[in-house]
């Protein structure tokens, strides 16, 4: 019985004609690949533009005044180039015709910035013979630009039953005017999401310019090793510290109908990738899965006597942050310390007020700032059952001259955070990643 598969292909799979030629490849080699999502062509080369952004300064252009003809000539060549390239018959003029009476007469930014998307699933539509299907009324959204998620279901469920086999833009849908409305960038991951669970796929395939995910950044550490399999809350801590391959709003339209998500890559078809399930791998022997982290965080320590006793102390300090409208990352907390870490980003400028507020409001003993600080989360649903793994940890950052400034681990038990200064991030993932590893 033929099953069904969604494979959303990313903008370096359709950046020119020879990765158009990979794409048609990749799908036609299985019948069960019947749905398939595109975005808008990618980079062919450094320097070189994605065609949304071409697009996106045509709009800018006309808002200012200034000529566009030219920058969507640039456009026009792309998808001619397509079409000649890879000899397929169809009227692309007419689709560039409306596009250019749409920019005359004002459109908004999302109409123009969905074309990329909209003219490489006509030009994929047709060079595989599957249907053309537009996600304009299917993927719906409110007044707000919120997505309506069991709208766009029924809507979707409702017209692929009409298609064996569909190619469908990514990365917008419409509002309830027939107005185009658009995710944030990388949203075609979402649509390739939401039409899987639509027709209930046996996989969810996401095929991009890397074989899946890696178990620490292959710019820190050389050759790391590939996950297989990972969980949907494993890749949850490890995309929030970093390490993103997959739009996060993507994993949960599969994750509740549990479809599986199957990250590939386009220039490496055999490769079998990574598997993101519902439940970690039963045959994983390793401890850990992956190590991710980030740089530039502030940590505000503060000190004070019976600070246990006193009631509601981190929802006066949560207060004051958000007065700032400040979030925070993490808070470990001792019996008369609590610690607040913060993203640099998030602070721009305001450090100096928020520790004012909080001397004034909270009165602690002390207080002490530390920024330039860097967060790694060592990840795993394996460590929950095993022994010794903090130990295991500490210990490497302690032989590799590694100074932890923080701890703080989950009560999942799946994940350990360690603070660590901006200037020893890369050496304490490397060192973390080889006792692990050995």
């Not at 509740?256 to 990738?273: D, F, H, K, L, V």
């Not at 006193?310 to 004051?320: H, T, V």
Request: aromatic share 8%; with cysteine; charged share 25%.
């Amino acid at each position: 019985m033929m099953g069904v598969k969604v494979a959303k292909f990313g903008g370096s799979s359709v950046a020119d004609a020879i990765q158009f030629k990979k794409t048609k490849e990749i799908v036609l080699s299985d019948k069960d690949r019947r749905y398939v999502v595109v975005s808008a062509p990618g980079k062919r080369f450094e320097g070189d533009t994605k065609i949304t952004d071409v697009l996106y300064l045509c709009k800018a252009h006309i808002e200012h005044n200034l000529p566009y003809e030219q920058l969507f000539q640039v456009v026009i060549d792309r998808y001619m180039s397509f079409k000649i390239n890879l000899g397929i018959e169809v009227d692309l003029q007419s689709e560039f015709d409306i596009i250019k009476k749409n920019l005359h007469d004002g459109i908004g930014e999302a109409y123009i910035a969905s074309r990329g998307e909209y003219l490489s699933a006509v030009i994929i539509a047709a060079y595989l013979g599957y249907d053309l299907v537009d996600t304009v009324g299917l993927i719906r959204f409110d007044k707000s630009g919120a997505l309506m998620f069991e709208e766009t279901d029924k809507a979707l469920k409702e017209e692929l039953s009409k298609h064996e086999r569909a190619v469908m833009p990514g990365f917008y849908g419409s509002n309830d005017k027939g107005e185009i409305v658009t995710f944030s960038r990388g949203g075609s991951d979402v649509t390739g999401s939401l039409i899987a669970r639509a027709v209930n796929a046996d996989v969810y395939e996401n095929w991009t310019d890397v074989s899946g995910f890696m178990m620490a950044d292959p710019r820190i550490v050389d050759n790391p090793e590939q996950i297989s399999q990972i969980s949907y809350k494993e890749l949850r801590e490890l995309s929030y510290m970093g390490a993103s391959v997959l739009h996060e709003d993507a994993i949960y339209p599969a994750k509740i109908a549990n479809i599986p998500i199957n990250i590939r890559n386009t220039n490496e078809p055999y490769e079998e990738g990574t598997y993101i399930t519902a439940e970690p791998d039963k045959n994983n022997t390793k401890i850990i899965t992956g190590i991710a982290g980030n740089k530039d965080f502030t940590v505000i320590a503060l000190y004070k006597n019976l600070l246990a006793t006193e009631k509601g102390y981190i929802r006066k300090i949560l207060n004051i942050l958000e007065d700032y409208d400040v979030s925070c990352e993490h808070i470990p907390s001792g019996i008369d310390t609590v610690s607040i870490v913060i993203s640099n980003e998030q602070l721009d400028g305001k450090i100096d007020r928020i520790i004012k507020d909080i001397k004034n409001q909270l009165e602690p003993d002390s207080i002490e700032v530390f920024d330039q600080m860097a967060l790694i989360a060592t990840v795993g649903c394996g460590m929950s059952q095993r022994t010794g793994v903090s130990a295991k940890l500490f210990t490497a950052l302690a032989e590799n001259d590694v100074n932890i400034r923080m701890i703080d681990q989950g009560s999942s038990e799946m994940n350990i955070i360690v603070g660590v200064e901006n200037k020893q991030f890369e050496s304490a993932i490397r060192a973390i990643y080889q006792a692990f590893m050995e």
